[in-house]
C-alpha cells in the first residue's frame, strides 16, 4: 500500500496527514464516455475519494490512483455517461 506524507506546512493541523492510493484496492473502474457526457459534474461533485476532476473544456478524468471503485459517480450521472468495467479488463493500465 502506497501513500503521501504531507510536509507539516501542507497540512498544519494535527501532526500529519496520509492519503492512501485507495486505487489499489479498486475491483471495478469507472469509465467516463466524454461523447455522452454533457459537463454538469456531479460525478466529481458525489466522488467520495475526489478522484474525478473537469477541465475548462468540462472535460471529466479519474485519478485511478485514488478512485475506489465504489459506482457512485456512474449512479448520480444522469446520462449514464459512466459505465463500470471490471478491473480485470485494464490489467496494470493507469
Known amino acids: 500500500m502506497s501513500y503521501y506524507k504531507y510536509t507539516q506546512s501542507e497540512a498544519p493541523i494535527g501532526r500529519h496527514l496520509y492519503v492512501l492510493a485507495t486505487g489499489e484496492w479498486r475491483v471495478m473502474r469507472p469509465v467516463i464516455d466524454n461523447s455522452a457526457c454533457r459537463g454538469c459534474g456531479l460525478c466529481a461533485m458525489y466522488c467520495p475519494t475526489c478522484s474525478i ?30 459505465a463500470m468495467k471490471p478491473e480485470e479488463e485494464y490489467d496494470g493500465e493507469c
Open 53 to 82: 476532476a473537469g477541465s475548462d473544456e468540462r472535460r471529466f478524468t479519474v485519478d485511478y490512483s485514488y478512485c475506489k471503485g465504489c459506482g457512485i459517480c456512474a449512479r448520480e450521472c444522469p446520462v449514464d455517461a459512466i
